[in-house]
């Protein structure tokens, strides 16, 4: 979602600036804007691409050492230049051509809760504003604030805000200088080694090559970032110091290469990515989930918060959320644990019933994820303080704030539909279902030694998928003109056919909806005719007859099927059925294996209706905001 980059420097900053903005576009946004302190403020904004942005502040020679940019997904207001950041403020009653100029210029993630109270209170002082967004609501408090000191009028403002925000904010009266502040949204400080230069970002990403020295700013910290100099105060004015970090954010695995789309580049990552997240994986020790050390035993922390619980809650949305109810099947069938999931967003809405024995397991791939991060907090603000985060940034928030972590190594995912991200997920949900089982003795040895076998042997087998690529660019072309679809699974592949129905809605815009096969005669079954595809999983596992059974009831309403069928089913292609041979059936793991032409499928039925794969319409990469 929104991205934030700042910069003061002693040269022209706008180059690293844009650039940082491109890094940053793989999160989805609507908007664009750059504002730069050169006698006075100067600004470019645009509902285009960041590349036209560019071109822009090309055209009118935008330059300057200070100032700060931003990517907006649109919240409050329409996308549109108006709306787009960065915010001028202006002082009560200025004239047009004042408020162009502007005194502070402000960019922002998150939402404030009380925009609408602030608004009215700004306007009976004399603002007038120029846009529907909650973000200008910050530019003119802090100008209502503005004394002298930008810094002052930061942290005046702050405290009057409440909801999720990261802002940064420069004035025309002060150079060299950006203050910014974070409640429930990321922002990090970069630490530049020449020019005298100090950044702000929302990700380390976006300062890949500029510095590698990285500052993680906490929960209700104000920065001033000066030429040569910063410092940050916390929630409660006192200065602190926070650490700087060595974080290395590879530009270079954003590089497309010799893929159409970065979907399709991620999707044909995964055995790598699988691979590098099992990389010295020879046994499930401790150590696996990042405890600290506990009486000098490195991983003695996650045996003891192992033995402290005799539950599982999983919180996780979207993606993460179909992972976590994967992992149900595995927690309770394997390690015999009693096993919760709970969409996010809703969780922390509704009277549920605390257990203290319980392990809070977080699942997300950014780890900033806001709902999902409010969750956590929620949980552990009920009294469950065992806490276990499974992400793929481990600097992120979310892992910061739990006891253990799992840390998958997909690398950078730039499309906004997930696809490596998730398949390493399961795979760090399977290292902790075989974790747990140890724990609490449900598995033998020889058990954890079978199943770490299977898992060394994923990313030969999900090559092997890979190959069924032309036969699934088959089935896209028949899904071209569909304006529906229904996934059907059982089981453990129940949440497939969920995450493979939200493969299709989010990049082909083809509505589909996914059911427990199970579940058809009791009303779904009502949709079926020969204009909506049925596409079923079907493993050779023990629920394969009940399935057949169901793909029937579709066949005798003349429903056509397009079924992923383990080799030893005997499941035939025929009048209205198309098969696909899955290469081997893989028993518990199966779910990662079939996961693959579901995406494969969304991807090609996107190219062939011409979408905008990467970035889908109204979604964005990291929901940063409830």
């Known amino acids: 979602m929104c991205g934030i980059v700042g910069a003061v420097s002693s040269r022209n900053i706008v180059p690293i600036l844009v650039q940082g903005l491109q890094r940053l576009e793989y999160r989805g946004y609507d908007s664009c804007g750059v504002a730069i302190h050169a006698d006075g403020l100067q600004r470019a904004r645009t509902t285009s691409r960041v590349a036209d942005l560019l071109a822009q502040v090309s055209a009118e020679d935008i330059r300057g050492s200070t100032g700060i940019a931003h990517t907006r997904w649109a919240t409050h207001g329409a996308p549109a230049v108006h709306n787009a950041h960065p915010h001028f403020s202006h002082g009560p009653g200025a004239n047009a051509e004042a408020q162009r100029a502007g005194r502070i210029a402000l960019v922002h993630n998150g939402i404030i809760e009380n925009h609408e109270a602030l608004r009215g209170a700004l306007e009976d002082k004399g603002y007038v504003f120029a846009s529907q967004t909650d973000t200008e609501v910050i530019a003119h408090l802090i100008d209502s604030h503005y004394d ?141 989930f990042d405890g600290a050390p506990v009486d000098g035993q490195p991983g003695a922390a996650a045996w003891r918060v192992f033995e402290d619980i005799d539950r599982v809650l999983i919180l996780a949305c979207g993606t993460s959320y179909y992972s976590g109810l994967t992992a149900k099947y595995w927690l309770e069938g394997i390690a ?18 605390p257990h203290p024995r319980t392990l809070v397991v977080t699942v997300s791939q950014s780890g900033e994820t806001a709902d999902t991060l409010a969750a956590l907090q929620h ?10 985060t499974i992400c793929n940034v481990a600097t992120s928030a979310m892992v910061r704030e739990s006891k253990l972590a799992y840390i998958t190594r997909a690398g950078v995912e730039i499309g906004v539909a997930s696809t490596k991200a998730f398949t390493t997920q399961l795979a760090g949900l399977f290292l902790l279902t075989l974790a747990l089982g140890q724990s609490k003795g449900s598995i033998t040895e020889a058990d954890e030694a079978r199943y770490l076998k299977e898992m060394r042997h994923l990313p030969v087998a999900l090559q092997s998928v890979l190959a069924l690529e ?20 059982r089981g453990r592949h129940y949440p497939i056919a969920l995450e493979g129905a939200l493969k299709l809605k989010e990049v082909t815009y083809i509505h589909a909806e996914a059911y427990a096969a199970g579940e058809l005669k009791h009303g779904p079954l009502a949709l079926v005719t020969s204009e909506m595809p049925v596409v079923a999983v079907a493993p ?16 005798a309403r003349g429903g056509v099927l397009y079924v992923l069928a383990d080799g030893d089913t005997r499941i035939e292609s025929s009048e209205g059925m198309f098969v696909i041979r899955m290469p081997e059936h893989y028993g518990a793991l199966s779910p990662l294996l079939h996961v693959v032409p579901l995406q494969l499928l969304a991807y090609h039925t996107a190219c062939a209706r011409g979408t905008d794969v990467d970035k889908p319409r109204n979604l964005a990469k990291s929901v940063t905001v409830e």
């Open 379 to 388: 949980a552990r603000s009920l009294g469950m303080k065992q806490t276990l």
């Open 540 to 555: 050779n596992d023990a629920l394969l007859e009940k399935l057949k059974s169901n793909l029937q009831e579709v066949r």
């Open 470 to 489: 032309p036969q699934i660019i088959s089935w896209a072309d028949d899904f071209v003109q569909k304006d529906h679809a229904l996934f059907l699974g």
């Open 148 to 288: 002298g000191d930008l810094f002052d009028a930061v942290t005046a403002s702050v405290r009057q805000l409440r909801g999720a925000f990261a802002i940064a904010a420069i004035c025309r009266d002060e150079p060299h200088r950006v203050v910014g502040a974070r409640v429930g949204s990321p922002l990090i400080l970069g630490v530049g080694s020449e020019h005298g230069e100090n950044f702000l970002a929302s990700d380390a990403m976006a300062l890949a090559g500029v510095t590698d020295q990285i500052v993680y700013l906490e929960e209700g910290d104000v920065v001033d970032v000066q030429l040569g100099k910063f410092w940050i105060v916390d929630r409660a004015l006192k200065p602190v110091t926070r650490p700087v970090r060595t974080v290395v954010a590879h530009s270079g695995a954003v590089e497309l290469g010799p893929y159409r789309h970065y979907m399709q580049k991620e999707i044909f990552e995964q055995p790598r990515a699988i691979a590098d997240t099992l990389e010295g994986v020879e046994s499930v020790v401790p150590e696996l």
């Open 336 to 353: 015999k644990i009693p096993t919760q999931v709970e969409i996010a967003s809703e969780y922390r809405y509704r009277d549920s019933v």
